[in-house]
């Protein structure tokens, strides 16, 4: 997977939270204070030497740094008391062109190692695993592989298999040029259809290209960085892609993933030196020191700013076609290893770009002269030097000197008056509540947050002790008044380190690009010799019959379906009714001293033309003004007093009925435990006194929000493609597709597009009287067992001060009776250069004792079909299916250079189901998937929420459990047979892509092509 990584930020890094630790029996000592007590500097242990201990209370963690004394490899050990233990060994990975040689090779060693000879050991494992997490990342100037597993056993499996991967992989040449690049015939079994380009990467990366807002990040971060790795593309340019030979790869892998250049993380409660033995044992100890030279050298600095400007694919999507004009600055700041620096950085950029009060959004956004900050916005640390940008998108022209103009003014004005002192008190709330806050992958996040300081040798360490940073930033304050300012004199106005972007559409943008392409494709064609063509038709046909060669598998480790609990232990919640009518759910969980509320709010009734702006008013509901406060007052206390006040909107099916569901609006916040009476306050305003008034914000908000969805278009294009797929097969599916399906994007655009918003605010102002009350509410409230009791009386207390006559409330089900199921063929016809393609089956309901067989049939076909067709072979660079407990098994491929020829695949998949051509082994596989899933680990704060939003109760939950494990060949024959293959499915289709000439041929087909 490739990343352009940015928006770090230390503190403010989302999931930054406690992760909800196992406690210990009295007398016990925990795994932290053990391994405080048990480590000192000079400690010598498998080959190993400790450089140093540090305790992170604020984090309830150890850390230990370590140096292995043959190699040179770094170790960073973070003891926590989480079961959810994390691994993770990262190389500094520098190139100096953009052919993607550190992607491809990062895909290209998890293709089989010299322990595991077999094809994607690393895909496989997948379904041999109860990971919580596995992946692998490539970053501007890093290339990372962790996972995390609450399953000793697992954890040790997986680290042989990823040990083995990086160290030892075979680097075939057919997996170069299947996971890289390749020229191959159009039909490889067909010698007279054309030579063209296939590859997983090369596809991947065409689809990443396709995304303006990628286009402008990476832009910005290689004219910045103009002298070394940070002005390529590590991902891959797929335009170089084709440049990168074999050998370069396997090159680029010996000086590059050696244990001189690597950095191994662990974490978790699992014990340290055995971390260590297996790692020195297996790998370290059969290495010698070497010296990588990946340094990274500071850039080097400006003497004066610069511009660039560059052209991306107009957009189809855009209100206005006269202003899709992308325009920003960025500052090169200083050394990311400097921790304090780095904080310092973090902080002033959210104080000035973050939240409805920051300076840029009252400068730039409130301007609406366009319609959001630019794709990349703040702070980034994640190069060898930090930088801070901002800037809009969805401007004129002519408006660029005018936003430069708001740039320079808005930190004239900061570094002349400083920033309020309430905002910066709202920023060390939010950085103490993130603290707090529990989340079930905090390991993995902190591995990644702490990955870019540590890749250039800074003290992960200290980048940790967030206290300590934090009261060095305070006293500087205190003793320099004018700090902030200062600072940002210093950083913004004095910079001469300054790169001004502007990115601009070009008419025939994409058309350039596929003549680039085809250029690139013709040099590459009339290089070669008969005998050349004659061997790129065999190696097609040999990496085909590779790619369906069965494989002994016998050699990677697994875990057993009797690894696993069957029967799962539940979480207690106890069901009250306030005044004997509102339903109340209360789940006492060690919260550390937060408090979590969710309500759902009946929207079932709405009258059908208010329908499709629910979502617009959950987008706005909580960023409006309320009561006495404006819109900038109400977030400021938001700020203050809570980790945010939301809403979105929530579907969930009935468990046993596809034609009835509940839809509303669910809202949650959490806050502090002394925080609970402010909390429900700032709810109480909203229900009580929404003000919908100011038009202008209003605007501001429409326009943000219909950049965000176009923007998911192009990386989440599959979602959408299903969406609309399962619109036409159950009600719920309608629902969703009207509420954040294609249809919603449409109708945002067109609303972004209105002059005046007076009917929008009539509908959200009618909306607001229909569910701001309290005649269909249910609530549900997480806090600590010492807490509990206040939290029930202020929540109480807010739910009887609501407008309104409650009924007895509990889920708010409702059968559809005018909705008949109706197959469908959809193209929306978009400016991508992949396609992302949907398909949709009507299947059963939650309960129904089929459904069980399904979710396991979706992983077996995902695993043991569709990866190979659509992925190793079809060069998408992803595709499967999955069961929805909304009664649709779904099929979908991502970044696909295929359509229709994916769509057979689908198919192709249900007969082979249906024939039972997989093994029990096979079967197993697909249990241990779907039981990932099932039990991935739920933060504190989460507990009992299925229950809540579903209605599916711990004893439902417990069949179904029963009935995976019970799940076997005749049942998922049985399924398949009765509902997957094409003479029986009941299906639609759905896709986003480029212009498909044989599509638009079709009668069968609906063609939806969006012009401005």
């Not at 978790?268 to 297996?282: C, K, M, Q, T, Y």
């Not at 050394?335 to 959004?361: K, M, R, W």
């Amino acid at each position: 997977m490739f990343r352009l990584l940015n928006h770090y930020r230390p503190f403010l890094r989302k999931g930054l939270g406690f992760p909800g630790r196992k406690l210990c029996s009295k007398g016990k000592v925990s795994v932290v204070e053990e391994t405080l007590q048990k480590y000192k500097q000079g400690d010598k242990l498998h080959g190993y030497v400790v450089e140093k201990v540090a305790s992170v209370p604020e984090l309830h963690l150890t850390t230990v740094r370590l140096t292995h004394e043959k190699t040179g490899a770094q170790h960073l050990h973070l003891a926590r008391q989480d079961s959810n233990n994390a691994f993770s060994v990262a190389f500094r990975t520098t190139p100096m062109d953009s052919t993607g040689v550190p992607h491809i090779l990062e895909h290209t060693t998890l293709c089989g190692s010299q322990e595991y000879p077999v094809r994607d050991p690393f895909f496989k494992m997948l379904n041999r695993s109860l990971a919580t997490f596995m992946n692998a990342f490539t970053g501007s100037d890093w290339t990372m592989y962790p996972f995390s597993t609450q399953n000793s056993q697992d954890y040790e499996n997986l680290m042989s298999v990823y040990l083995d991967a990086v160290f030892n992989p075979r680097l075939r040449e057919e997996d170069f040029r299947q996971e890289g690049w390749r020229l191959e015939h159009e039909d490889n079994t067909d010698s007279t259809s054309p030579i063209i380009f296939k590859g997983v990467v090369f596809n991947e990366m065409k689809g990443v290209f396709s995304n303006p807002q990628y286009h402008y990040a990476q832009s910005l971060q290689n004219k910045l960085f103009p002298s070394h790795t940070y002005s390529v593309v590590s991902g891959g340019d797929p335009i170089c892609i084709p440049d990168l030979t074999w050998d370069q790869l396997k090159e680029f892998h010996a000086r590059h993933y050696h244990p001189s250049n690597s950095k191994f993380f662990t974490y978790g409660d699992f014990p340290l030196e055995v971390h260590l033995e297996r790692i020195n044992s297996a790998v370290l100890q059969h290495y010698e020191k070497m010296q990588p030279n990946t340094a990274v050298p500071n850039e080097n600095k400006w003497t004066e700013g610069r511009e660039v400007h560059i052209t991306c694919q107009p957009d189809p999507f855009a209100p206005d076609f006269n202003k899709q004009t992308t325009t920003g600055v960025a500052y090169l700041l200083g050394d990311i290893t400097d921790p304090y620096e780095t904080a310092v950085a973090s902080l002033i950029g959210s104080l000035l770009v973050q939240g409805e009060t920051s300076p840029f959004y009252q400068t730039l956004l409130e301007s609406n002269i366009g319609k959001d900050y630019t794709p990349v916005v703040g702070h980034d640390g994640n190069q060898k030097e930090g930088y801070f940008t901002v800037g809009l998108q969805g401007v004129g022209d002519k408006d660029v000197p005018l936003v430069r103009e708001i740039i320079d003014g808005t930190f004239k004005r900061v570094a002349s008056n400083g920033i309020e002192q309430e905002r910066i008190d709202a920023l060390m709330h939010k950085i103490e509540l993130s603290m707090k806050h529990q989340t079930p992958k905090f390991g993995l996040n902190l591995i990644v947050g702490l990955a870019g300081a540590w890749n250039h040798d800074g003290d992960p360490a200290e980048t940790l002790q967030i206290n300590k940073l934090l009261e060095r930033f305070k006293q500087n304050m205190k003793d320099n008044p004018k700090y902030i300012q200062d600072w940002v004199k210093k950083n913004f106005q004095d910079n001469p380190h300054k790169l001004y972007l502007t990115m601009s559409p070009e008419d025939g943008f994409e058309k350039r690009k596929q003549e680039e392409e085809k250029t690139k494709l013709d040099e590459k064609l009339s290089a070669l010799t008969e005998q050349d063509k004659a061997d790129i038709f065999s190696k097609g046909l040999q990496l085909a019959e590779a790619q369906n060669a069965a494989e002994d598998l016998s050699c990677l480790p697994t875990l057993k379906v009797s690894d696993i609990t069957r029967v799962k232990e539940h979480s207690q919640t106890d069901i009250v009714y306030a005044d004997g009518v509102i339903c109340i759910q209360y789940c006492p969980q060690p919260t550390n001293e937060v408090t979590y509320f969710r309500a759902i709010v009946d929207t079932f009734d709405l009258p059908s033309e208010l329908k499709p702006y629910v979502t617009l008013f959950t987008n706005v509901v909580t960023k409006m003004g309320a009561g006495e406060m404006d819109f900038k007052q109400l977030s400021q206390q938001i700020d203050m007093k809570t980790g945010g006040l939301y809403a979105i909107n929530h579907l969930a099916m009935n468990h046993n009925n596809l034609d009835s569901y509940e839809q509303g609006i669910l809202l949650s916040s959490h806050c502090l435990d002394r925080n609970v009476e402010d909390m429900f306050h700032l709810w109480g305003e909203i229900f009580h006194r929404l003000d919908l008034s100011d038009t202008n914000h209003l605007m501001t908000i429409i326009r943000m929000t219909a950049a965000d969805l176009v923007a998911g278009l192009s990386d989440s294009g599959h979602n959408y493609a299903n969406t609309h797929a399962g619109s036409h097969l159950v009600p719920l599916g309608k629902a969703q597709e009207q509420l954040g399906g294609m249809e919603q994007v449409l109708l945002m655009k067109k609303i972004a597009e209105m002059t005046d918003l007076t009917p929008v605010v009539k509908s959200m102002q009618l909306i607001a009287e229909h569910v701001m009350n309290s005649n269909n509410i249910r609530c549900a409230v997480n806090a600590s067992p010492e807490s509990m009791s206040d939290v029930t009386k202020h929540t109480e207390d807010f739910l009887r001060s609501l407008p309104g006559k409650p009924h007895l409330s509990g889920l708010f089900m409702r059968d559809v009776t005018n909705f008949e199921p109706t197959p469908s063929r959809v193209h929306f016809e978009c400016p991508f250069q992949v396609n992302f393609m949907g398909k949709a089956v009507r299947t059963v309901p939650y309960v129904h004792e089929d459904y069980a067989s399904l979710r396991v049939l979706a992983r077996l076909l995902t695993a043991k079909y569709l990866h190979r067709e659509i992925r190793e072979k079809g060069g998408a660079y992803g595709g499967g299916a999955t069961a929805a407990r909304m009664g649709l098994l779904s099929f979908y491929s991502y970044r696909d250079p295929n359509s229709l020829n994916t769509l057979t695949k689908f198919d192709e998949s249900t007969l082979w189901a249906a024939e039972g051509k997989f093994t029990e082994q096979d079967i197993d596989e697909a249990k241990l998937a779907v039981f990932q899933e099932v039990d991935q680990p739920v933060a504190p704060g989460d507990k009992g929420m299925v229950t809540f939003l579903t209605g599916i109760t711990d004893e439902m939950k417990q069949i179904q459990r029963e009935r995976l494990f019970d799940a076997n060949r005749k049942n998922l024959m049985n399924v398949a047979q009765k509902y997957l293959v094409p003479e029986k499915q009941l299906s639609s289709v759905a896709f986003l892509g480029p212009e498909n000439a044989t599509v638009k041929q079709d009668d069968k087909w609906e063609v939806r092509v969006q012009n401005n």
